[in-house]
């Protein structure tokens, strides 16, 4: 089956220092990406919907310019954490759709820990 | 590693019929396990979490089950409505996130 990769898939920084995680399909052309985060003991929420090309659409509560999402690629998607704090830290996970399969099937990337001190 | 699937791939019933969807996983050391609708073309909606400690969840007409040592959950939804109709997505949280296939449901009015 298709493929969804992340990177990192653990990373540890120090609060104020910005990371980017890297959302890539392996094996098909991803027109739409989700991006998700899971705090402890919560459950996974949807953070943005970002389709190849332009401007992600975030949902409500979430704020675009701390989470910066670029698309510019069928196969790449990145989120990046400005100014990251500690309560940044969370798991994220992003989703690839395949959109020249014709089918609505997403793919998830095995997430990444983010854990601001 | 961890396996996560569901049963049945997709699923038909008209409307106001109660159903169950299945998910079973292999690896018993899990964190917690969520239940997820997916509408064509959006993200995911999560509907239940389940932590490991914990045997079952409700929020209205849905119901949740764990059973971490069977590796199982299923998934009961009363009084099915069209709006119901979605797919749906288990998912078991270890060391990483492992998602199920997904049943797709199509309720019949």
Redesign the interface.
């Known amino acids: 089956g298709a493929v969804v990769s992340q990177h990192p898939?653990r990373v540890i920084c120090k609060s104020g220092t910005s990371v980017k995680i890297e959302c890539r399909s392996l094996d098909f052309q991803a027109t739409?990406m989700?991006w998700?985060r899971?705090f402890p003991?919560?459950?996974?929420?949807?953070m943005a919907?970002s389709n190849e090309g332009s401007k992600a659409t975030y949902e409500q509560g979430v704020e675009k310019d701390k989470f910066l999402i670029n698309h510019a690629s069928l196969t790449l998607s990145t989120l990046t954490v400005t100014s990251a704090h500690p309560e940044d830290s969370s798991?994220y996970?992003c989703?690839a759709?395949d959109g020249t399969s014709g089918q609505?099937t997403?793919y998830?990337g095995?997430?990444t820990r983010l854990l601001v001190l | 590693k961890q396996e996560v699937t569901q049963i049945p791939a997709a699923l038909s019933v008209p409307e106001g019929e109660n159903l169950v969807l299945n998910c079973s996983f292999t690896d018993s050391a899990i964190y917690n396990l969520q239940w997820f609708r997916q509408d064509p073309g959006k993200g995911l909606t999560s509907l239940l979490l389940i932590q490991s400690s914990q045997r079952e969840q409700t929020s209205g007409r849905l119901n949740a089950s764990l059973d971490k040592s069977s590796g199982r959950s299923t998934l009961y939804i009363a009084a099915s409505q069209p709006g119901d109709s979605a797919t749906y997505l288990c998912a078991v949280t270890g060391n990483q996130f492992y998602f199920g296939t997904g049943t797709s449901l199509t309720v019949i009015p």
């Open positions: 898939s739409t989700f998700y899971q003991k919560k459950s996974l929420m949807l919907t798991f996970i989703s759709r609505e997403q998830f095995p997430g």
